[in-house]
């Protein structure tokens, strides 16, 4: 073979592996076969969120673009389950914090909307729901946030979500009381009844402030979250609507169940 030859071979070869690159997204990652269509992994993605450090706690009633809100980066929920029906909300967050408190803003655009929970802790998750499961470093429990379109929350402190299935109930955890409920700052668009279902097009939001003085009633003492990096994930749900679904913001991997600490994602507090 010549030199001039085996140049042009070397450079076809480099021609082509470049097309494969990329013509099928994913094929240098081995995720894709060469059909482009994606394989099931079942490994979670990691991703991960800094939480803007502000020097007080939002105002009431404070706007998605209000002077508080605006520079804080925005949090997709997006990672949908192929359980769910073809219902695709656009769900977004923003999470801030004041040193002694987490702040959280969520904001949906969604379709078959519904809230039929009308007392802490009854099962929100049945209705268009948002949820924030947190975990503070160096340990195995968290505390699940769940809150409904209306308002209503779920809240409870998890140490074993061991479980045979989503519906059933877990190993062990410990259901807030009204007492620790009421330091959750809740503020919601909808009215805390939404039936019957809204099926046009509806923007709603649900906004919330976590004193760190109510995780330290389970975890003991947590100090200043400036800096920290706690494990966490979001996620969007709507069990018994016309039209369920299931997403997260980081993976879910293997069964469909959101008590996973293995798929909780990094959530940095600034300094």
Same mark, same amino acid.
């Given at each position: 073979? =010549?030199?001039?030859?085996?140049?042009?071979?070397?450079?076809?070869? $480099?021609?082509?592996?470049? @097309?494969?690159?990329?013509? $099928?997204?994913?094929? !240098?990652?081995?995720?894709?076969?060469?059909?482009?269509?994606?394989?099931?992994?079942?490994?979670?993605?990691?991703?991960?969120?800094?939480?803007?450090?502000?020097?007080?706690?939002?105002? &009431?009633? *404070?706007?998605?673009?209000?002077?508080?809100?605006?520079?804080?980066?925005?949090?997709?929920?997006?990672?949908?389950?192929?359980?769910?029906?073809? !219902?695709? /909300?656009?769900?977004?967050?923003?999470?801030?914090? &004041?040193?002694?408190?987490? !702040?959280? #803003?969520?904001?949906?655009?969604? +379709?078959?909307?519904?809230?039929?929970?009308?007392?802490?802790?009854?099962?929100?998750?049945?209705? &268009?729901?948002?949820?924030? #499961?947190?975990?503070?470093?160096?340990?195995?429990?968290?505390?699940? @946030?769940? %809150?409904?379109?209306?308002?209503?929350?779920?809240?409870? @402190?998890?140490?074993?979500?061991?479980?045979?299935?989503?519906?059933?109930?877990?190993?062990?955890?410990?259901?807030?009381?009204? +007492?620790?409920? *009421?330091?959750?700052?809740?503020?919601?668009?909808?009215?805390?009844?939404?039936?019957?279902?809204?099926?046009? /097009? =509806?923007?709603?939001?649900?906004?919330?402030?976590?004193? %760190?003085?109510?995780?330290?009633?389970? #975890?003991? /003492?947590?100090?200043?979250? &400036?800096? +920290?990096?706690? +494990?966490?994930?979001?996620?969007?749900?709507?069990?018994?609507?016309?039209?369920?679904?299931?997403?997260?913001?980081?993976?879910?991997?293997?069964?469909?169940? @959101?008590?996973? /600490? *293995?798929? $909780?994602?990094?959530?940095? #507090?600034?300094?």
């Amino acid at each position: 073979m =010549t030199k001039h030859a085996m140049v042009l071979m070397l450079g076809a070869g $480099f021609l082509v592996g470049v @097309f494969v690159w990329f013509w $099928f997204p994913g094929a !240098h990652n081995g995720k894709t076969n060469m059909s482009g269509k994606q394989k099931d992994t079942s490994v979670a993605t990691l991703v991960e969120y800094t939480v803007t450090k502000r020097p007080a706690p939002p105002p &009431s009633g *404070a706007a998605w673009d209000g002077e508080y809100w605006r520079d804080v980066p925005v949090l997709r929920v997006d990672q949908f389950r192929p359980e769910g029906s073809d !219902h695709r /909300p656009v769900v977004e967050a923003k999470l801030a914090h &004041s040193s002694d408190a987490m !702040h959280v #803003f969520f904001r949906v655009q969604d +379709r078959y909307v519904r809230a039929v929970a009308e007392k802490l802790n009854d099962m929100v998750c049945r209705d &268009s729901c948002v949820e924030l #499961f947190l975990q503070p470093p160096g340990r195995g429990e968290y505390i699940n @946030f769940e %809150v409904n379109c209306g308002g209503t929350m779920l809240a409870s @402190f998890v140490e074993d979500p061991t479980r045979p299935d989503m519906h059933s109930p877990m190993a062990k955890s410990t259901s807030l009381t009204p +007492r620790q409920a *009421a330091r959750v700052n809740i503020e919601a668009s909808l009215p805390k009844i939404v039936e019957p279902e809204i099926t046009e /097009p =509806t923007e709603w939001t649900v906004r919330y402030s976590i004193p %760190v003085a109510l995780f330290e009633e389970f #975890f003991g /003492p947590l100090g200043d979250l &400036s800096g +920290r990096t706690w +494990r966490a994930n979001l996620y969007k749900c709507g069990d018994q609507t016309s039209h369920p679904h299931w997403a997260s913001f980081s993976p879910v991997s293997g069964a469909l169940n @959101f008590h996973q /600490p *293995a798929c $909780f994602a990094p959530l940095h #507090f600034e300094k």
